[in-house]
Structures are given as structure tokens and as C-alpha cells.
């Protein structure tokens, strides 16, 4: 069974609060100014519910305190993007909000709108029908929308948007001051609706009198125009801003292309540098770019600790008295939740790790009391930070033998409770080789999801060793712990094979001719995605084949496990089987296939694009599709561009080893089998179905 994990030393942990709610994708949690009695959670699909704030018991049912999912398009990173009381909401019933919605067609597939929605029953619910729209901004690509809204102290709206979309910032929006893309706005609102919107005195264009947006959808003024909504700019796609509400300063998140994400001290005025920087480092050009009047962020990570920066909020609350003053911030796909903190020591600011969580924490939100809660915006759930109080003692297994899943005497040799697993098509791990196992705590089964995937019980080990020139050179351990969090820990070989020591994060190693990566926890998190079901082998089409056991026996792993009395449900009648990549198969199973196993834990469930087998090719939106990340300098780059491979970003990314590389962790060697595979498939295509 999965021990417990190790103890968290920050002093500060998530909790699951309103456990009887869940909501779909939720982005914010908010509560109306001078109202502690409700708090409201912004969903994505376009809706705003709202329930009461219990302190002692549990809330009661949530009501709709707004729907307008019908006008609300979720293509891409589109959707319910931001929510914002007015600050004089006892006697404004007024709440401001931004969403995106089918764009006019063509070259424009979405647009943001910027509305303002009035109650008529005193606050218990927004009139849908009351919409006035203050701003519409045409989005050349479905990604970078922004869309964070937050009123500052001096009662103006301030309202983020992204670069426009694609990857490099095509149209180098993010330092033109003649678009609105790009840019953190301020906006007085508090004028007549048909003004929509005036500016405010000490914005930085303000005396240039040159609205960029008052009443067109075009996304770019005439050259020479200085944007006078604009507060400041240099941002790719802030993700999430908010006020201190003790010192009035302005925190964003924004997310970073291919190697940086960072946070930002929002200053009346500065220029954030994208995309002559990513964080604080050149981007294009790529070396000897301009420094002169850019302002650098105040922390920033690379993508070895996560991908996509999620904003937070300045702890204000009292329960976590040492976060008092910090700025909480975490990523969306790792799942690591930091706060900012000075280092007395360095004199700079530094991101302390808070906690590695399994949380797909996509926004966060602040109660009227300061307290900071994270939004799980894929299981629907809401986290509150809190204190961890008196660590425990550090009990984790610190070596493999440890473990109670090896032989104490031979840590070479399984235990007879782990089951031998292997897979049809198996994830590229730079030419290492695998031995896979699993355990279940005895009385548990595993259930078989809809869609084909084990869904493992809590207490579940997976391990998988993994072997170069011969030698053992990484064990890895992911484990559903009794909580039902899932965590992954990695276990380094000596030279003589006779131990495996716990790495407290990530490492590289030089083994034989190549460098060996061991990922960090977070790392780990970051292709398990949730959406995956955590575990990326285990399920029906993978195991769907015969092997030989440990004791001799030849048999189908399907049919062992459940004659074993491992899966809690009869196996269908006739189950699915992934082709062998590498088999004699039809070229196109084995090319999805290959794709399913290598892209599909993250490229799955509303990404833009599919790669599981299960759908068709049509239905993975990838063919003939213009890539949203960027055309890495192609001209005419498509996802996949029939018969050229050389147009076709999935294979273009396969074989890179720079920044654009796919997967993005834990290879640095090209399949040179699998990209051949992939390659002749791009080849054999001549139209798209």
C-alpha cells in the first residue's frame, strides 16, 4: 500500500472546502464588496452561481445567479474569462463581466466582449437580458484572451487581454501601443451607458484623446495612435491579476511561450517586455534584445517547475499568519501552488513552494477576510489554503528497499504483491528500457472507466524501472496515496545496482553517451494530467495483449487480471487493442497509436488538439489545422499538412531539440523510429477526411 507522503515543511497546505459542491470548470471565487454572506464561482461555460457562505455546516444547494451560455464561445482558452462587482455594490447592483463568443468568421474566430449586467431583484440574481456592452475586441486566434477584470482602489475597471493568440506574437502586439492586445487597461465606467466608458485623467495616453476601442471591433488603431485605455503593456497573455488590498499594488500573472512564466508588479506606465523578453530573458531577437525601459518581473520559473502561470492574491487573511503580505500565485499544470517572498539573503524575490498538489488550479480566489482559496477548474472542486500546523515526522521511504515494493535484501527483485504490466504502445523514453509493475491494497478493485482507463483505488503503487546499456539507472513510484492524491517520486540507481535513493527533485546525469533526466514531483504531475486519468498506461487497449509471467505462464494481461479478481467489472466482450506502433498493423492504427501513447495525457478533452485513438482522425482537429502556438517560421505550417511532413508541426516538433520540442519534459533524444513512423503516415495522406 502507498505510504503516506512525505510531510509538508512550508507550513501552508490546501484543503478541500464546500466538499458537497462541485461546479463546472470554475475559474473564480469571489464575494460581492460588503457581502460576507455569499460567495460567488465564475464557471467558464458562461455561467455565475452562488451559494451561501457557511461557516459551521455545509452550504446549501447552489443557485444561477447568472447564465449567459448561450452567447459564451469556449474555443480554445475562450470562455466565462472574468467577473467584477462594482465596488459601490449596495447601491450600484451592478456586476462587469468578460467572455468571448463567436467571432464574425473568417480570420476571426472569436470576439471578447466586456459587458456591464444589472440585477432587478436587489442583488439575488443578474438580469441575462440587462447585457450593455462596453467593449468587443476582435481575437485573430482562439488563445491569449486574457480576460481578467478587477476593480483597483481609485474605482476604476482595470481589464487585461493577451497578444491576439498564436505563439511569438506574430503582430508584435504586446509592444504596440496602437492595439489594446497586449496591454493591462484602465477604464472609468461610471459614465452614462451610451458613452460606454471613459479615460481616466492619468492614464499614460490619456491627452492624446484616442480611444482605441469606444465603439469598433478592429483590433488596431492607425499607426502613430497611442491607445489611451492603456495602463500598461508588454504582456503575451496575463492569466489571473488582482489588488493588495492593503497596499493598493497591481499583481498579474502572465504566462510565457515556450521556456518562461512570470509575475509582474503591475506599475502605471511599464512596459512588461513581451516579446522582445520572455520573464527576463531575451526572446526576439533572441540574443541582444532591447532592456532599456522594460521592467523585469518580480519572480519568474522555468518549465522544469510548470508551464502556465495561474495569478492569485496577496494574503490578507489570519490564518496563515507567516503569508501575510505574500503574493500566492501556482501553475495550471503542475499544480505547484508558491508564494513570493524576499530572500534577506540575495536581496531579490523568490517563489517558495507552498505545496505540490494534484490541483489543475486554473484560478484562485479571496474572500472578504483575506483568505486565499485555489480553483481545481478539472474536478470542479474548491481548495482554501491553510495552515499545516506541527509537520510530522518524515516517514517516506528515503531508499528503494524501503519501499515495501522491492526485496529489502535485493531491491533488484519485486515483492510477489507487484503485478507485471506491459503495454502495445509504449511511451518514448529516450531509448531507455522499462519494466512496469503495480499493486493494489488487498480487498480494493480497479474500475474501468467509459472511456477504456483504469481508475486505480487509493493505496495504488505503479512503478516503472528504467534501464540504459544495461544497467538499472531510475525507478519511479506513483502512487495513489489515501487521500486520493496521486504524487510521483524518483529513485536514482548507484553504479553497482544494489540501491535506489529518493531524489528530493529534479536531477540530470551523464550515462553512457547521453544525459538522463529524473524528473522532479511537480514534473511528474505535469504529464498526468487528470484529464488522463493520472496513470497513462494502464488501460484496456494498452494491456490488451499477451505476455509471459514471472512464473512462465503465457497470458492475456486482461484476461489474468480478472480472473485474479482484480477489476471490479466483467471485461467487455470483446475489448479494445491498440496496434503495435511498430508492427505490421495498418500504417494509420499505428501511427495514432504512437500518437495516443506519446501526446495524448495532455493533448486531450477540450485541448485544440486529440489525440486519442479512440477518436477519428477528423475528430483530432489537426489536419490541414493552423497551429495556435505559433508557425516556428513555416510558411503555410499546418498541425498536419498532408503528405509534407515538413509543414506539419506534430513531426517538425518531434524532431526538435530546442525549446520546441515535443513532448516538452523528459526527453532530449529524438525517436528516430517514431518520427519515421509518423512521417510516413504524413506521407501516405492526401487529403484530409
Known amino acids: 500500500m502507498a505510504p503516506n507522503p512525505p510531510p509538508n515543511l512550508s507550513g501552508v497546505t490546501t484543503q478541500r472546502v464546500f466538499p458537497n459542491l462541485t461546479f463546472s470548470q470554475p475559474l473564480g471565487l469571489f464575494q460581492a464588496p460588503g457581502d460576507a454572506s455569499r460567495i460567488f464561482i465564475q464557471e467558464r461555460p458562461g455561467r455565475i452561481r452562488v451559494f451561501p457562505n457557511m461557516q459551521s455546516a455545509l452550504p446549501a444547494s447552489v443557485t444561477t445567479f447568472l447564465d449567459i451560455q448561450a452567447r459564451v464561445n469556449t474555443s480554445g482558452e475562450g470562455g466565462f474569462l472574468g467577473i467584477a462587482f462594482h465596488p459601490q455594490w449596495a447601491t450600484r447592483r451592478e456586476v462587469f463581466v468578460s467572455y468571448t463568443e463567436t467571432g464574425p468568421g473568417g480570420a476571426i474566430p472569436l470576439r471578447s466582449v466586456v459587458a456591464r449586467y444589472k440585477s432587478l431583484d436587489n442583488g439575488l440574481t443578474l438580469d441575462a437580458a440587462s447585457e450593455e456592452r462596453l467593449l468587443v475586441l476582435d481575437q485573430p486566434y482562439t488563445n491569449h484572451n486574457g480576460g481578467s477584470l478587477v476593480f483597483g482602489p481609485d474605482g476604476f475597471l482595470y481589464l487585461g487581454f493577451g497578444d491576439g493568440g498564436s505563439g511569438g506574437d506574430p503582430s508584435n502586439a504586446g509592444q504596440r501601443i496602437n492595439t489594446i492586445h497586449g496591454k493591462i487597461l484602465r477604464l472609468d465606467v461610471d459614465v452614462p451607458f451610451a458613452q460606454k466608458y471613459a479615460i481616466p485623467a492619468g492614464n499614460p495616453y490619456a491627452a492624446d484623446n484616442t480611444p482605441c476601442n469606444l465603439t469598433s471591433s478592429q483590433r488596431d488603431a492607425p499607426v502613430g495612435t497611442r491607445c489611451a485605455e492603456i495602463y500598461a503593456y508588454g504582456f503575451r497573455n496575463p492569466w489571473r491579476m488582482s489588488f493588495d488590498t492593503a497596499s493598493g499594488e497591481l499583481w498579474v500573472g502572465d504566462v510565457g511561450q515556450g521556456a518562461w512564466e512570470e509575475v509582474d508588479r503591475v506599475v502605471l506606465g511599464g512596459n512588461y517586455g513581451w516579446r522582445y523578453r520572455e520573464g527576463a530573458h531575451c526572446y526576439n531577437p533572441s540574443t541582444n534584445c532591447p532592456r532599456a525601459g522594460l521592467i523585469d518581473p518580480v519572480v519568474e520559473y522555468d518549465h522544469t517547475q510548470g508551464v502556465s502561470i495561474t495569478g492569485g492574491f496577496v494574503y490578507r487573511g489570519t490564518l496563515i499568519p507567516s503569508l501575510v503580505g505574500k503574493y500566492v500565485y501556482g501553475d495550471y499544470d503542475s499544480g505547484r501552488i508558491w508564494a513570493v517572498t524576499f530572500n534577506m539573503t540575495t536581496g531579490r524575490n523568490e517563489g517558495t513552494l507552498l505545496q505540490d498538489s494534484s490541483i489543475d488550479v486554473a484560478g484562485f480566489g479571496q474572500t472578504l477576510d483575506g483568505e486565499v482559496y485555489a480553483l481545481d477548474i478539472s474536478n470542479g472542486q474548491i481548495f482554501q489554503l491553510v495552515p499545516t500546523g506541527t509537520p510530522p515526522p518524515d516517514t517516506f521511504p528515503q531508499v528503494l528497499s524501503a519501499t515495501g515494493c522491492f526485496n529489502p535484501a535485493d531491491p533488484k527483485q519485486p515483492v510477489a504483491a507487484m503485478i507485471p504490466y506491459d503495454l502495445n504502445a509504449a511511451l518514448w523514453s529516450d531509448g531507455a528500457g522499462k519494466d512496469r509493475f503495480f499493486a493494489i491494497p488487498d480487498g480494493t478493485t480497479i474500475t474501468v472507466n467509459a472511456d477504456g482507463d483504469f481508475d486505480f483505488p487509493n493505496g495504488t503503487v505503479t512503478v516503472k524501472t528504467f534501464w540504459l546499456g544495461g544497467k538499472r539507472v531510475e525507478t519511479r513510484l506513483f502512487m495513489r496515496h489515501q487521500d486520493g492524491t496521486w504524487a510521483g517520486y524518483s529513485y536514482e540507481w548507484n553504479d553497482q545496482e544494489t540501491e535506489a535513493t529518493l531524489l528530493p527533485g529534479a536531477k540530470s546525469r551523464v550515462v553512457g553517451t547521453q544525459t538522463w533526466h529524473y524528473p522532479s514531483r511537480a514534473q511528474c504531475m505535469s504529464c498526468h494530467t487528470s484529464s488522463a486519468g493520472r496513470t ?154
Not at 489474468?560 to 471490479?568: H, N, Q
Not at 517538425?652 to 517514431?674: C, F, I, K, S, Y
Not at 506521407?683 to 484530409?688: F, M, P
Open 536 to 689: 497513462l498506461g494502464p488501460e484496456l487497449a494498452q494491456l490488451n495483449r499477451t505476455i509471459t509471467y514471472p512464473t512462465g505462464r503465457v497470458r492475456n494481461q486482461l484476461t489474468t487480471l480478472e480472473g485474479l479478481g482484480f477489476l471490479s467489472a466483467a471485461l467487455p466482450a470483446t475489448p479494445p487493442r491498440l496496434e503495435d506502433p511498430f508492427g505490421t498493423g495498418p500504417l494509420e492504427d499505428r501511427a495514432r497509436a504512437y500518437l495516443h501513447a506519446n501526446c495524448s495525457g495532455c493533448h486531450r478533452l477540450g485541448a485544440r488538439m486529440d489525440f486519442r485513438w479512440q477518436l477519428t482522425f477528423q475528430q483530432t482537429n489537426t489536419c490541414d489545422v493552423m497551429p495556435q502556438g505559433g508557425d516556428l517560421g513555416i510558411t503555410g505550417a499546418r498541425l498536419i499538412a498532408p503528405g509534407a511532413p515538413a509543414m506539419s508541426l506534430v513531426s517538425v516538433r518531434m524532431h526538435a531539440l530546442n525549446a520546441w520540442r515535443m513532448p516538452v519534459l523528459g526527453t532530449t533524444v529524438v525517436d528516430t523510429q517514431g518520427t519515421a513512423l509518423i512521417d510516413q503516415w504524413i506521407s501516405s495522406l492526401t487529403v484530409c477526411p
